[in-house]
């Protein structure tokens, strides 16, 4: 058993289960990831389907991320839409900003974008996504230089080729998956340059490989997860406990010789469970407890023996699932130890 | 192959993905739910926790449903505070009802609930939960007496016993969990017997075990799922392609030899994945397909082809968690063929 070396110091006086995140561990990820993308000559680009929280962007803004990056148009509506005075700084950096990505990877959507009347703005570009052996969408890297020309053809503005090497998502193949992606966008960044197209925006990264991403080929990373870490992270050994920003405070309701039950179930941890995944989540302060079974509003936990009413932190298996569930987190400042709430701004937005 | 014969006859103007709930579907469903326990003299207190929707709650009272089921306070307060005038038939409904029954498995929640001041009320009654083989919470039948007991000894009012045969979801153990459940229910009254409480409410039911549920022992059943069926239910035989009243419409947005790319991901289906599904989720009106992958904003099909831009209806594994992750219904009326929004009042009503 690792000893329980994180407290919260703190006695938070809310309901469970409420997702709370740890100001001093969140503040430390930004910085890391931005200090690393600086110290290998990367762009940094941060995902933020990952906390859909404003708040957060600005502080990956603030230290030195170049844009963010987002899976919807909903979501892009959240994060555009910053009107108010507190909001402003974020909203002058997107202005500042010539060109909003859009990914495409089929002639199709690239028809159908030059059809919009939506791309002459002159501050719109297309990115032709690769698949880098993921499998997922993208085309492979030896298409891509036809699909940029279609796209090219039809009068968009083909700002480069990005990827998600998502099969980095196993203990083995994260250092892999970075070299796949390295050479599936080399390999179209050649076959743009066949047509006769610069690629001038080279984007890879997910949070298991960044830690193997260099420049060279790549201009960019787009990393989402890194900002909280979850027991993915944990398992996959790209952060440790004490990295991890968010959790889930969750109570003791049921005990039994064998097991205790917490309050907090898939609808609020969510359901993921990857192959690598030694449970549905690890309790932060308890690392040898395991969640055997997850139901709505159960988790089943055996390892450990608490008390009835006793309170834990639960790190969810993949973040992002657990933060669309929620409406607010609970941050427990750095200055003052308490709680203060953060709304969840694009919860939901994933249309 | 199962050829399509469900087809929504509207044309449905609704970004994607959406939820869409095809009206006579669901009326149907409640339909023979409240027929089948009526036909077998039970009675019927659905669990809104599938639908989270005061409508829905509504017409299940219309219907013949003695009660509601919910999970957690917040939902209940959702549920409970209906003071609008078309809200007026299910609050009278409330009203009238003599108990809010409150489910205990440990002697600490029993003198907690005690010392809390909320039980002289006389509108609150405990009933106490028994595991009959889910082996998640509750204590065992042998264990029931002395447990209500000590809730009777604190001046509680215990109405009777309760529990959920959760390990009915496989294919092969629905019939065996509804034994269990029979026979753990069985002994939990001999049980409270021996201490002389009588077990005015015995409840019983998962939407698995529900078509071996019969009175006797059982006075009352609790589904949920029903309502609505999912692929988890399909694959479980509890129901037909034709009785799926939930889906959500998506669009295809990327497209491989071998695969196509929907945009509904674990954001808007949610991440369940049972021992015995044969994927991430089902298509509708292409039951030869699977869902082999699920990331975020996509999901990834095999086993059919259809062209970039195609609408498709995907069922989720688990509909109570999909419904969880969404603020409105789109909802195909029965009369009109076009859509209304109705809104999933209670979600995120989690704590």
Chains 1, 2 share one sequence.
Not at 1 to 28: C, H, Q, R, Y
Not at 282 to 292: C, E, G, K, N, T
Request: with cysteine; charged share 15%.
């Amino acid at each position: 058993m690792v000893a329980p070396t994180i407290s919260l110091d703190v006695d938070i006086p809310l309901a469970t289960p409420t997702l709370v995140i740890d100001e001093k561990v969140l503040d430390a990820n930004i910085a890391r990831v931005a200090g690393f993308a600086t110290g290998v000559g990367l762009a940094l680009r941060p995902h933020v389907k990952t906390h859909k929280s404003v708040e957060i962007a600005r502080r990956q803004l603030a230290a030195g991320a170049v844009g963010i990056t987002v899976a919807t148009l909903s979501e892009a509506l959240v994060f555009a839409v910053w009107l108010d005075a507190a909001r402003a700084a974020l909203l002058a950096e997107l202005l500042t900003m010539s060109t909003v990505f859009l990914g495409i990877d089929s002639a199709e959507s690239a028809q159908q974008f030059a059809g919009s009347g939506l791309a002459g703005s002159g501050r719109l570009a297309i990115m032709v996504e690769i698949d880098s052996g993921h499998h997922r969408s993208g085309v492979l890297p030896a298409d891509s230089g036809a699909l940029a020309a279609v796209a090219r053809d039809c009068g968009l503005d083909v700002a480069g080729v990005f990827t998600f090497p998502g099969h980095s998502y196993s203990p083995e193949d994260r250092q892999t998956a970075a070299r796949d992606e390295e050479a599936a966008l080399g390999g179209a960044v050649a076959s743009l340059s066949e047509q006769g197209i610069v690629a001038r925006v080279v984007s890879g990264g997910s949070t298991p490989s960044l830690e193997f991403a260099r420049s060279g080929i790549l201009t960019e990373v787009r990393p989402g997860v890194s900002v909280f870490g979850d027991a993915q992270q944990w398992e996959l050994g790209t952060c440790a406990a004490h990295d991890i920003a968010l959790t889930v405070l969750a109570t003791v309701v049921s005990r039994s010789p064998d097991r205790i039950i917490l309050d907090s179930g898939s609808k609020v941890l969510g359901a993921d469970r990857a192959a690598y995944s030694t449970g549905f989540g690890r309790l932060l302060d308890h690392p040898q407890a395991r969640i055997r079974a997850l139901s709505e509003h159960h988790a089943t936990v055996t390892g450990v023996d608490l008390a009835l009413g006793s309170r834990v932190r639960v790190v969810p298996n993949h973040v992002c699932t657990a933060v669309n569930l929620a409406d607010l987190y609970a941050v427990v400042t750095a200055s003052h130890g308490h709680a203060v709430a953060w709304p969840v701004d694009a919860r939901g937005a994933n249309t």
